[in-house]
């Protein structure tokens, strides 16, 4: 069922096996599987079924540091489907690699592997509507990518119908959780406030916090205040090691012979850094991207690179005419690594509930032009060596320059501030996406990554969601088990 508001389901004082905060592609997916496997489900979104500058205006908060593409009000969405109704679709599992200690002294290990979310890759593939992930093409020390792109999936449209139609999951509108209500150690109640101002009471056995990449910090910090420290009893690591993938032009590259790569369907190439290649030169993941430059940043860069390559330029200024693809764009999206001082914290403003704003502090260091800097350079020695093409690097890569403020710098993928890890010093939910200490809280999204990878974060967000309905699903089996009132079996992967 779907209401537009929590108070058309107050009168059945129904208490849920499992309340989802959250409706994106995370909440979304967790309560569409937790139905299939028998469970009953209160589903929490706290926008309305469309996009409300009112409602929308809650995401608004300061930002400190490196420059933003997006303000945090326009990253993200506070409806029905949250962030899956402005996303691009693009779409990729993350490395085996990103699973593990990439540079000494950078903590970017997970504490599951790569196997306990492939087990779960044909699932979400289907629900993102993605076709076979194809094989990787070795480019001496890089690999051309296979990426796949959703149509891009919207989850209010996906899973809409299904909602709605269902007995078993009620989805409730306008429904803002502000707290949680906790006793021996368990989250007994979820606040809820709706634009009214009314409060009302959720109850269920689990509680799923799924509210973005920002909004998870934000909840749990504020609810931790409340609270007096009893939500997230462990909190050292509560809104910290928050990430984005910085997005820059790199620099242009110029070819003498036909592309030796093919560009995909949204017309970029799509390369990056072997497994090997960046253990061997200290650097984290990166996907580098080209596409065809305009006509007149063509001819500047052809008359560049005749002044220290004469030869050559000559060559492809005699190309130039018939074939308009040897100038190239190069930009990339890479990891950052995960540091304690980059993070979401309460503001000292508040939004029209009276709840604290969210604060982002997120900052590029020198150490974040290193992996972009080497990966370039890697692609430049390898078109020279076969004496097929150069790259210019954009000066900011030597540290000439500040960071450019003009290029796309990210703020669309949101990541850590609730991450994964076996001790509790350095995460705050533990590697089945359970907040340490508390019994019956858990964590869905990309807040719960302990390192970005580079790849985009969507399929891995469902993939996530996916296994940890598969956890709920036994560990509530187990629990009825016990007491004779409850007996479900997940369903397993395809």
Request: proline share 6%; net charge negative.
């Amino acid at each position: 069922m779907l209401v537009e508001s929590l108070g058309a389901l107050a009168s059945r004082d129904r208490r849920h096996d499992v309340c989802v905060i959250g409706s994106g592609p995370a909440g979304a997916t967790l309560a569409h599987a937790l139905g299939r496997a028998g469970l009953s489900v209160i589903l929490l979104e706290a926008g309305r079924a469309s996009r409300d500058e009112r409602s929308q205006a809650v995401y608004e908060g300061d930002f400190f540091g490196a420059p933003l593409l997006l303000p945090l009000a326009a990253s993200r969405m506070r409806q029905f489907g949250g962030t899956s109704t402005i996303w691009a679709g693009r779409c990729r599992p993350i490395d085996a690699a990103d699973f593990d200690a990439k540079v000494e002294g950078v903590d970017t290990a997970w504490p599951i592997g790569k196997p306990e979310l492939d087990a779960w890759l044909p699932q979400a593939a289907s629900i993102l509507e993605l076709p076979v992930f194809g094989p990787e093409s070795p480019f001496g020390e890089l690999r051309e990518l296979a990426y796949r792109y959703s149509p891009p999936v919207d989850f209010a449209l996906k899973f809409g119908d299904e909602f709605r139609r269902s007995r078993r999951i009620d989805v409730a509108l306008d429904s803002y959780v502000t707290g949680f209500d906790v006793d021996g150690g368990r989250v007994v109640h979820a606040r809820v406030r709706d634009s009214s101002g009314i409060e009302r009471q959720v109850a269920a056995r689990r509680f799923v916090v799924c509210a973005g990449g920002i909004e998870n910090s934000r909840l749990l910090l504020w609810a931790n205040v409340q609270s007096g420290g009893r939500v997230v009893p462990e909190p050292a690591a509560l809104g910290r090691y928050w990430m984005a993938h910085p997005h820059f032009r790199l620099g242009h590259v110029l070819l003498e012979d036909d592309l030796p790569f093919e560009f995909d369907e949204k017309g970029n190439v799509l390369l990056a850094p072997s497994p090997a290649a960046m253990r061997a030169h200290g650097i984290l993941g990166i996907g580098l991207a080209l596409r065809p430059a305009d006509e007149d940043s063509q001819r500047g860069l052809i008359a560049d690179l005749a002044c220290v390559a004469p030869e050559l330029g000559a060559k492809i200024l005699r190309r130039f005419g018939r074939r308009l693809s040897c100038g190239l764009e190069l930009r990339a999206s890479w990891e950052q690594p995960p540091r304690p001082y980059n993070r979401v914290v309460l503001a000292d403003r508040r939004d029209a509930f009276g709840i604290p704003r969210s604060d982002l502090h997120w900052y590029l260091e020198d150490f974040d032009r290193r992996t972009p800097r080497i990966a370039a350079g890697i692609l430049g020695a390898e078109l020279a060596a076969r004496g097929i093409g150069r790259v210019r690097l954009e000066r900011w890569l030597d540290g000439l320059e500040d960071f450019p403020e003009d290029h796309d710098s990210g703020g669309g993928h949101h990541m850590g501030g609730t991450r994964m890890s076996r001790d509790p010093r350095q995460g705050v939910v533990d590697p089945d996406c359970r907040v340490h200490g508390i019994g019956n809280l858990y964590v869905g999204g990309s807040s719960v990554f302990p390192s970005a990878g580079f790849a985009d974060p969507t399929l891995t967000i469902v993939q996530l969601a996916l296994r940890l309905a598969d956890h709920l699903a036994r560990s509530l089996a187990r629990d009825g088990e016990q007491d004779g009132t409850l007996h479900v079996r997940a369903e397993a992967p395809r």
